[in-house]
């Protein structure tokens, strides 16, 4: 075995006991030699403040925790916020959801059009001018008009809408698959016209083809006289009052007054209620009377033709 001489300051001197230093005590993982002597204050402070890191990474790994435990990390380790130590950005904060705010209530239904009606109009009609879609898929077609009193109120374009939605359905009378309607052009042929008139156009008109539309002496309801479908513009707008009651909305009334009266005009007469709480059939006089049963607008139910009583 060779021997490793010592530098002379570090051989023992006669007489004399050298007290090893300890600062000299080697650090873990290091080369004997390799690390520089430090005061004991120096390496307490340094492991404080590596422990302060350490937890600081712990405390931002666990997300939300970091928010209810950021005080107290701070006592622990000794260090303020300003510490070079703790210099670790906090975890982005998700806000907390707003609330849902509840649904908005639905509109209640439109029962009858608010404003005055106009009693007369200039006695003359707009006619709208335009073709409309085949409605029906079988049978013989009818071609209809579409005409509204000038001075009414109501556009002519609009109304024939609101006739097309009646007859389309489903549930209108095209369901039978033995017929078909159309709208057509003043021009072209057609087989009856369906009028928007004031009650004094109307009840003129009606009176003229047989039929008196009067309650309590004034024009009220509806009619069908040879080739017109003769709607009354005061029911278009107010409906009438059982309706109302009932909280059937005017979109129904108004499929049910022209589903009614080209009924008339298709050679189908009055029926009657069949029972209790049971749909009124659309020949039935709905615009009079319920007589206990439901407001219905439709001449053919789950794709069979429904009817009452004859009258």
Known sequence: MSRVSLPRSHRR???????????????????????????????????????????????????????????????????????????VAPPPVTPSPAPTSASPSPKPPVLREPGPVPSAGRGNFV?????????????????????????????????????????????????????????????????????????RTAGRMCAAGGVDIRVGGRPYTSCRAPGKVIINLERWRLSVPHYVDAKVPLSVYRNYVVNHEVGHQLGNRHERCPGKGKPAPVMMQQTLFLNGCVANPWPYLDGRRYAGPRL
Do not use: C
């Open 13 to 87: 001197q006669p007489g004399r006991h050298v007290r090893p230093s300890k600062s000299a005590a080697p650090v873990a993982g290091a080369t004997r030699g390799s690390m520089p002597r430090r005061r004991p204050a120096v390496v307490a402070r340094a492991a404080v403040v590596l422990a302060a890191v350490g937890a600081a990474v712990t405390l931002v790994a666990g997300g939300t925790g970091w928010l209810r435990g950021a005080a107290g990390a701070n006592e622990v380790a000794g260090a303020t916020p300003s510490s070079p130590a703790m210099a």
């Open 127 to 199: 006619i709208d001018d335009r073709t409309g879609p085949v409605l029906g898929t079988g049978g013989r077609m009818q071609g209809y008009r579409v005409a509204v009193e000038a001075g009414s109120g109501v556009d002519a374009g609009e109304f024939a809408l609101a006739v097309q939605t009646a007859l389309t359905g489903p549930g209108s009378w095209v369901d039978s698959g033995r017929l078909r309607l159309r709208q057509v052009d003043r021009d072209a042929g057609y087989d009856f016209t369906v009028y928007l008139a004031t009650p």
